[in-house]
Structure formats: C-alpha cells, structure tokens
Nanobody, 124 residues
C-alpha cells in the first residue's frame, strides 16, 4: 500500500494549489487530508467518504478548499483556493478501509495508511 502526496509549493496569498494523493493497492473507504504547521499540532483539514461521497471540512478552510476523487485513477484531490499564510503547513493524506462517521473523520488514530507529506508555503 502506498499513498503519494504531491502538489505543494510556494505561493503568494490569494493563490491556488491542488494537492493530489495517489493511492495504490488499497481499496479505501475514507480519505482525509491533515496538515501540520510549525510548532502546531496536526489537524484534520478535509475528508471524503467513498461510499456516499460525504465530505467534511474544518471551519477555517470551508468555502476555500474542495476535496474530490477521481475514481478511475484512485486519486484524491484537495483544491485549495484563496490561500492564506495561515494555511502554511505540511499536508498529509491518510486512508482507512473503514467508512468513518463524520464525527470521526478527523481522528488520526483511525487512519492506517499515511502519505509522506507535501509542503505548502503561503508567503508574499
């Protein structure tokens, strides 16, 4: 099983980025993006459930970020618009074979597989 996160970079405030999480050899049922900023705890950013496509967003990114999946490629995306300096962090994708209820989607302990992280830096 391999999760490969990519798409990070250095952008100016107000810019957009699209992160990709390529998943191999795994039939996942819930995928989440987490992020960890320097000196801060890891937090759940967005999550999607395979069966019904149910999504969840942390309040600070709601309306700016969109999570989606490409079924053919077994890839999950995180479209990030209107990026702000406070979005600066290492972003990780994580997967589980469990179909998590919404209240559990940001619980990192439920995720068995993790990508290596991709750095997003938002700075002028």
């Amino acid at each position: 099983v391999q999760l490969q996160a990519s798409g990070g970079g250095l952008v100016q405030p107000g810019s957009s980025l699209r992160l990709s999480c390529d998943i191999s050899e795994l039939t996942w049922y819930t995928i989440a993006w987490f992020r960890q900023a320097p000196g801060k705890e890891r937090e759940g950013v967005s999550s999607i459930r395979r069966g019904d496509g149910n999504t969840k967003y942390t309040e600070s990114v709601r309306g700016r970020f969109t999570i989606s999946r490409d079924k053919a490629k077994n890839t999950v995306y995180l479209q990030m618009n209107s990026l702000q300096p406070e979005d600066t962090a290492v972003y990780y994708c994580a997967a589980t074979t469990r179909s998590l209820i919404k209240s559990s989607m940001f619980e990192s302990r439920y995720y068995d597989y993790w990508g290596q992280g991709t750095l997003v830096t938002v700075s002028s």
